[in-house]
Structures are given as structure tokens and as C-alpha cells.
């Protein structure tokens, strides 16, 4: 079974987070909801408080397969400004291993230069973000060990990728069904 840590920080985009949670559990993928502030407690872009899972000091990298970035402002900023996660994201790049974003958080890999390359989507209006980039308009891109999605509104779509990565394309659409997305 998969091991996957979704990072919050203050400001980040609440259904981006939560949608990708809430479907990875459904799919019965282990994901961590990881705060980079210090505490649990992480409070969204619109007041809206989670608890975290774990810290992210408490995170055992070696032992997971996909880092997954939220967007959300100040959320982006704040996870970029992460210095320990970004040293994460940059070596998961160099190996290969998945790495997720959506909305703006795409932006930290295409400023990390992460993206050369690469197809790659963001939110409409920053898609200069993804320096090197192959930019995309669709809902979700997936280059290779990246994936990319465009905002919250495609938060489904973006989940569903990530358990399809996991799971196949035959339980991401059986997935999808349940959830009555597109049917």
C-alpha cells in the first residue's frame, strides 16, 4: 500500500487538501496530512481549521511515495518557504518518486526548476510559474513522476489521479462512480 504526505501550512486551500485526503482514504492509501508550522493545528485560506496528522519533523521521508502540495495563499508561500520540505521535493525529483501539486503550488516546482521539460498545469493567470514547462490547460497533467492540477475545481479530478497512480485506472473510475463525479 502506498504512503502518501499531504503538507499544510497556513493559508492552504482547504478542498484542494481535503478532497485529496478524503479520496486517497477512500481508495485505502495511507496519507498523512503533515503540518509545516510547528503544531497541529493548520488553519486554511478560508478560517477553516484542520488538525494534521503528524509534524513534519515526525516525517519518516524514506518511507514515503508521494509528496502532495496544496495550493492556496499564503498556503504556497509558506510551503515553499519550507526549506526542510523543499529539500524533500528536489530529492524526490532526482529520484524519480511522485510528486503532486495543484492550484499555485505547481509554481514551487517550476521556480525550483523541477519542470524542464516537462508538460506541467497550474492556475490559470501563473502558468509563468512553471519555468521550463510544457504548460498544459487541462484539468490534471502527468509528466513522468509529476503530477499537476489546476485549482479547486479540479481537485476531484486531481484525487482520482493520484489513486489511479496507486490503485489503476479501473479503481479510480469504480472510485469516481461511488462518488457519483461525471457518472
Not at 32 to 61: C, P, Q, R, W, Y
Not at 76 to 94: G, I
Request: with cysteine.
Amino acid at each position: 500500500m502506498a504512503n502518501i504526505a499531504i503538507f499544510l501550512a497556513d493559508g492552504f486551500e482547504e478542498i484542494e487538501a481535503l478532497t485529496v485526503v478524503d479520496l486517497c482514504r477512500r481508495a485505502s492509501l495511507n496519507i498523512d496530512m503533515v503540518s509545516v508550522m510547528g503544531n497541529l493545528s493548520v488553519t486554511g485560506s478560508h478560517g477553516i481549521e484542520v488538525k494534521a496528522d503528524k509534524l513534519l519533523e515526525d516525517v519518516n521521508f524514506d518511507e514515503m511515495d508521494m509528496l502532495v502540495l496544496p495550493g492556496g495563499m499564503p498556503g504556497t508561500t509558506n510551503l515553499e518557504k519550507t526549506e526542510k520540505l523543499m529539500e524533500q521535493v528536489r530529492a524526490f525529483d532526482a529520484a524519480g518518486k511522485f510528486i503532486s501539486a495543484i492550484c499555485a503550488a505547481p509554481g514551487v516546482f517550476g521556480r525550483a526548476g523541477l519542470l524542464q521539460g516537462k508538460k506541467a498545469c497550474v492556475f490559470p493567470g501563473l502558468e509563468g510559474e512553471l519555468k521550463g514547462a510544457d504548460v498544459q490547460m487541462s484539468e490534471t497533467t502527468i509528466d513522468g513522476h509529476i503530477l499537476t492540477s489546476r485549482g479547486m475545481g479540479t481537485a476531484i479530478p486531481f484525487g482520482l489521479a493520484i489513486v489511479a497512480r496507486f490503485c489503476g485506472e479501473d479503481a479510480a473510475t469504480e472510485l469516481g462512480k461511488k462518488i457519483v463525479f461525471r457518472v
